[in-house]
C-alpha cells in the first residue's frame, strides 16, 4: 500500500486560509468515506481534527474543514491562527481493514 | 480524560525483540479497537497493526509476520511484540484508541525504538 501524496509544505498569513490536498486511489482515498486528518505538533500526541471526510470531532475549531473529490481529499484551515503551524496527516481506509497514511504536510503561518 | 502511555522502547540490536506496552485509561478498553502506528526519524506516519475489541488482528505488510499485537482488558494495556527488528523498524511507536468514522481519535505521546549494533 503506497502512502498518500500530499504537499511537502503549506503557508500563510494569520487570517489566511490554506488548503492541503490528499491524493490517492480508488482502493483507498476515492472508495471510502473513511478519511481523516491528523494535527502533529512536536513532542505531543497527534491529534485527530477531521474524520470521515468533512466530520470534526468535539473541541476542534470550525475553522478546519474536509472534503473529498474522487481520489483527493482535502483539508481546508480558514483563519489561520499561530497555533495551527503543525504537521497535518491525512490517512484513509484502505480494505481489509487496512489504512494508509499521507506523505505529511508542513503548515507555517507566517 | 482519555490517556494512552506507551512504554517498552529503547536501543535493541538488528535481529533483537522488544515488547511495547501501551496503558489505557479514562475509556471502556475493552469495547474500542486499537491500533500501532509508528513514524520514522524525518518521515510520515505508517500505520502498523490493529486488533478489534473481540481479539481479531491484521497488519501491515512491512511488519506481517515478525511484529505480533495483542491487548490484556482485564489490565487495560495494549501490546505490540517486535520481533526479528531491523533498521528501518527504528521509529517512533504510537497507540491510539479506534473511534467514529474508522479514525483514531486519542494517541499517546509515543515511545523510541532504535535498531542499531
Known amino acids: 500500500q503506497s502512502a498518500l501524496t500530499q504537499p511537502p509544505s503549506a503557508s500563510g498569513s494569520p487570517g489566511q486560509s490554506v488548503t492541503i490536498s490528499c491524493t490517492g486511489t480508488s482502493s483507498d482515498v476515492g472508495g471510502y468515506n473513511y478519511v481523516s486528518w491528523y494535527q502533529l505538533h512536536p513532542g505531543k500526541a497527534p491529534k485527530l481534527m477531521i474524520y470521515e471526510v468533512t466530520k470534526r470531532p468535539s473541541g476542534v475549531p470550525e475553522r478546519f474543514s474536509g472534503s473529498k473529490s474522487g481520489n483527493t481529499a482535502s483539508l481546508t484551515v480558514s483563519g489561520l491562527q499561530a497555533e495551527d503551524e503543525a504537521d497535518y496527516y491525512c490517512s484513509s481506509y484502505a480494505g481489509s481493514s487496512k489504512y494508509v497514511f499521507g506523505t505529511g504536510t508542513q503548515v507555517t503561518v507566517l | 480524560e482519555v490517556q494512552l502511555v506507551e512504554s517498552g522502547g529503547g536501543l535493541v540490536q538488528p535481529g533483537g525483540s522488544l515488547r511495547l506496552s501501551c496503558a489505557a485509561s479514562?475509556?471502556?478498553?475493552?469495547?474500542?479497537?486499537m491500533t500501532w502506528v509508528r513514524q520514522a526519524p524525518g518521515k510520515g506516519l505508517e500505520w502498523v497493526s490493529l486488533?478489534?475489541?473481540?481479539?481479531?488482528?491484521h497488519y501491515a505488510d512491512s511488519v506481517r509476520g515478525r511484529f505480533t499485537i495483542s491487548r490484556d482488558n482485564s489490565k487495560n494495556t495494549l501490546y505490540l511484540q517486535l520481533n526479528s527488528l531491523r533498521a528501518e523498524d527504528t521509529a517512533v511507536y504510537y497507540c491510539?484508541?479506534?473511534?467514529?468514522?474508522?479514525?483514531?481519535?486519542?494517541w499517546g505521546q509515543g515511545t523510541l525504538v532504535t535498531v542499531s549494533s
Open positions: 491510539a484508541r479506534g473511534g467514529a468514522g474508522l479514525s483514531f481519535n486519542y
Open positions: 479514562g475509556f471502556t478498553f475493552s469495547t474500542d479497537y
Open positions: 486488533i478489534y475489541n473481540g481479539g481479531g488482528t
